[in-house]
Nanobody, 120 residues
Framework: QVQLVESGGGLVQAGGSLRLSCAVSASTSFSINAVGWYRQAPGKQRELVAHMLSGGTPNYADSVKGRFTISRDSPKNTVYLQMNSLKPEDTAVYYC?????????????WGQGTQVTVSS
């Protein structure tokens, strides 16, 4: 099992910044394959914001390229999403995601989500 706990959401004015954190804990030693951030706005489907394979190059949704940065601090078992130049359309619940292979089977995990609200 993998547990993901997000923090850092809140209310910010347009043009401001927030940094989301995702604390990752696991009961077994299988390595995390990839981490990512997704978001879901009211009435919309959950969408990918940023994704990064272990040791790989991050990729971003077009809507956040140049403004958001995903990073991973392995010793601290924490994944971050630095969000700059925030826009009202970035308002959503943001979810941390991680996946790995356990006993030959792909497993995916989600955090509980953290609300980000950007006012105009």
């Amino acid at each position: 099992q993998v547990q993901l706990v997000e923090s850092g959401g809140g209310l910010v004015q347009a043009g401001g910044s927030l940094r989301l954190s995702c604390a990752v804990s696991a009961s077994t030693s299988f390595s995390i394959n990839a981490v990512g951030w997704y978001r879901q706005a009211p009435g919309k489907q959950r969408e990918l914001v940023a994704h990064m394979l272990s040791g790989g190059t991050p990729n971003y949704a077009d809507s956040v390229k140049g403004r958001f940065t995903i990073s991973r601090d392995s010793p601290k078992n924490t994944v971050y999403l630095q969000m700059n130049s925030l826009k009202p359309e970035d308002t959503a619940v943001y979810y941390c995601n991680a996946d790995r292979v356990e006993y030959g089977r792909f497993s995916e995990y989600w955090g509980q989500g953290t609300q980000v609200t950007v006012s105009s």
